[in-house]
C-alpha cells in the first residue's frame, strides 16, 4: 500500500490552519476585548502577555496558505477567487492591527486613543473576515471546468456572516481565558467575570450553526445523521457539553489554567466537527482531495522541504512560549 501523500497534505494544512486559530485566536481575542477594559496600564499587561509571540503565530497562516498554493493549486484558485473580498479584508485587519500593536507604546498620550482604535478594527475586521470565509467554505463554490463559476458576492449570505459573529465570540473567548492564564488580581477577576457570558454566546452559537448547516445543505445533514458516519460525529457534542461544563466549573473558582486549556478542547471540537462535515471535499460539496491534488512529484518534493521546516517552526514556538512563560506584571512586558 503506497503512501497517500494528497491525505498527508491536507492533514499538514488542516494542522496548520488549527495551530493558526489557536495561537492567533487569543491574539486577535485580545483586540476584541479592548472595548470592554478602559483602564490604560491593564491594556498593556493584556497587549504584553503576547508581545513576544504575536508575530510568530502568524507563521502557521503563512505555511497553511502556502501549503494549500503548492498541494492543492485548484483548491487554491477556487477559494482566492470566491473570496477575494473577505480575505483582502483580512490582511488589512491583520496588518492594520500589527501596526498599531508597534505604534500604541511608541505614540505621544495624545496618540495613544487612536492605535488601540485601531488595534480594536483591526482585530475585529481580521477575525469576522475569517468567520464569513469559514461560513462560505462549508455553502461551498461553484466551479465549471476547474474555475470559480460562481457569483463575486456568493459569500455574502445571511449563513456566513453568522459564522463571522460566531468566530469574533470563539477568539473573545480564547483571548479572555488566556488572560485568566496570565494575569493576576484585578484583570484576572474582570477576565473570569467575562468569560462566562462569552462561553454562553458561544454555545448558542453552536446551537444554531448545529441545526442551520444540515438544514442548508442536504448532503450534510446525510453525512451527520447516517450510519456509520452518526457513531463519528456523536461524541463531538458531548464532548462539547462535557467541556463546556467543566470550563464553568472552572471559572467558578477562578481557576487559572484550566479554562484556557478546556477553551482549546472547544476550538478543537468545533474544527473536528467541521472537519467531519466536509470530508473528504477540500472544496465543498464535490471536489475531493484528490481531485485537487498538484501531481505526486510535486506533493513528494515538497514533502522532503515540509518535514524539515514543520519540526523548525514547532521548536522555536515552543521555546517561546516556555521563555515567556508565568504570569504577565504591571512593570513587566514591551515599551
Same mark, same amino acid.
Given at each position: &500500500?503506497?503512501?497517500?501523500?494528497?491525505?498527508?497534505?491536507?492533514?499538514?494544512?488542516?494542522?496548520? +490552519?488549527?495551530? *493558526?486559530?489557536?495561537?492567533? %485566536?487569543?491574539?486577535?481575542?485580545?483586540?476584541?476585548?479592548?472595548?470592554?477594559?478602559?483602564?490604560? +496600564?491593564?491594556?498593556? &499587561?493584556?497587549? $504584553? +502577555?503576547?508581545?513576544?509571540?504575536?508575530?510568530?503565530?502568524?507563521?502557521?497562516?503563512?505555511?497553511?496558505? #502556502?501549503?494549500?498554493?503548492?498541494?492543492? @493549486?485548484?483548491?487554491?484558485?477556487?477559494?482566492?477567487?470566491?473570496?477575494? #473580498? @473577505?480575505? +483582502?479584508?483580512?490582511?488589512?485587519?491583520?496588518?492594520?492591527?500589527?501596526?498599531? =500593536?508597534?505604534?500604541?507604546?511608541? #505614540?505621544?498620550?495624545?496618540?495613544?486613543?487612536?492605535?488601540?482604535?485601531?488595534?480594536?478594527?483591526?482585530?475585529?475586521?481580521?477575525?469576522?473576515?475569517?468567520?464569513?470565509?469559514?461560513?462560505?467554505?462549508?455553502?461551498? !463554490?461553484?466551479?465549471?471546468?476547474?474555475?470559480?463559476? %460562481?457569483?463575486?458576492?456568493?459569500?455574502?449570505?445571511? !449563513?456566513?456572516? =453568522?459564522?463571522?459573529? %460566531?468566530?469574533?465570540?470563539?477568539?473573545?473567548?480564547?483571548?479572555?481565558?488566556?488572560?485568566?492564564?496570565?494575569?493576576? $488580581?484585578?484583570?484576572?477577576?474582570?477576565?473570569?467575570?467575562? #468569560?462566562?457570558?462569552?462561553?454562553?454566546?458561544?454555545?448558542?452559537?453552536?446551537?444554531?450553526?448545529?441545526?442551520?448547516? @444540515?438544514?442548508?445543505?442536504?448532503?450534510?445533514?446525510?453525512?451527520?445523521?447516517?450510519?456509520? $458516519?452518526?457513531?463519528?460525529?456523536?461524541?463531538?457534542?458531548?464532548?462539547?457539553?462535557?467541556?463546556?461544563?467543566?470550563?464553568?466549573?472552572?471559572?467558578?473558582?477562578?481557576?487559572? *489554567?484550566?479554562?484556557?486549556?478546556? /477553551?482549546?478542547?472547544?476550538?478543537?471540537?468545533?474544527?473536528?466537527?467541521?472537519?467531519?462535515?466536509?470530508?473528504?471535499?477540500?472544496?465543498? @460539496?464535490?471536489?475531493?482531495?484528490?481531485?485537487?491534488?498538484?501531481?505526486?512529484?510535486?506533493?513528494? !518534493?515538497?514533502?522532503?522541504?515540509?518535514?524539515?521546516?514543520?519540526?523548525?517552526?514547532?521548536?522555536? /514556538? =515552543?521555546?517561546?512560549?516556555?521563555? =515567556?512563560?508565568?504570569?504577565?506584571?504591571?512593570?513587566? %512586558? *514591551?515599551?
Amino acid at each position: &500500500m503506497g503512501i497517500d501523500l494528497p491525505v498527508i497534505w491536507f492533514t499538514i494544512i488542516v494542522f496548520s +490552519t488549527l495551530m *493558526y486559530i489557536v495561537m492567533d %485566536g487569543f491574539d486577535l481575542g485580545i483586540g476584541i476585548l479592548f472595548p470592554f477594559n478602559k483602564d490604560a +496600564t491593564e491594556r498593556d &499587561m493584556m497587549v $504584553n +502577555t503576547v508581545a513576544p509571540v504575536w508575530d510568530g503565530n502568524e507563521t502557521w497562516l503563512v505555511l497553511g496558505g #502556502a501549503a494549500l498554493y503548492g498541494a492543492f @493549486p485548484l483548491a487554491y484558485a477556487v477559494v482566492v477567487d470566491a473570496l477575494s #473580498a @473577505p480575505l +483582502t479584508a483580512m490582511l488589512v485587519g491583520l496588518i492594520f492591527r500589527g501596526v498599531a =500593536f508597534e505604534f500604541r507604546f511608541k #505614540a505621544t498620550e495624545e496618540h495613544r486613543p487612536f492605535w488601540d482604535k485601531s488595534f480594536i478594527v483591526g482585530s475585529y475586521l481580521a477575525t469576522f473576515s475569517q468567520g464569513v470565509a469559514l461560513g462560505a467554505i462549508i455553502n461551498g !463554490f461553484s466551479v465549471t471546468n476547474r474555475t470559480f463559476s %460562481g457569483a463575486e458576492l456568493g459569500w455574502l449570505t445571511p !449563513f456566513s456572516l =453568522f459564522c463571522g459573529l %460566531g468566530l469574533v465570540v470563539a477568539y473573545a473567548l480564547l483571548g479572555s481565558t488566556w488572560l485568566i492564564m496570565k494575569t493576576e $488580581n484585578d484583570l484576572h477577576r474582570k477576565m473570569t467575570a467575562l #468569560a462566562k457570558p462569552l462561553l454562553l454566546a458561544l454555545l448558542a452559537i453552536i446551537a444554531v450553526v448545529s441545526v442551520w448547516t @444540515p438544514l442548508e445543505h442536504a448532503n450534510i445533514m446525510q453525512r451527520w445523521f447516517t450510519l456509520p $458516519n452518526l457513531f463519528w460525529f456523536l461524541p463531538v457534542p458531548v464532548l462539547v457539553l462535557l467541556a463546556s461544563w467543566g470550563l464553568l466549573r472552572a471559572l467558578k473558582r477562578h481557576a487559572h *489554567y484550566s479554562p484556557f486549556l478546556l /477553551t482549546l478542547a472547544l476550538v478543537f471540537l468545533g474544527f473536528t466537527g467541521l472537519g467531519i462535515s466536509i470530508w473528504p471535499n477540500i472544496i465543498p @460539496p464535490s471536489i475531493t482531495i484528490w481531485q485537487a491534488a498538484s501531481p505526486p512529484q510535486s506533493l513528494g !518534493f515538497m514533502l522532503v522541504g515540509g518535514l524539515l521546516i514543520i519540526p523548525v517552526i514547532l521548536v522555536y /514556538t =515552543f521555546w517561546s512560549y516556555y521563555v =515567556f512563560r508565568g504570569k504577565i506584571k504591571p512593570d513587566e %512586558g *514591551y515599551h
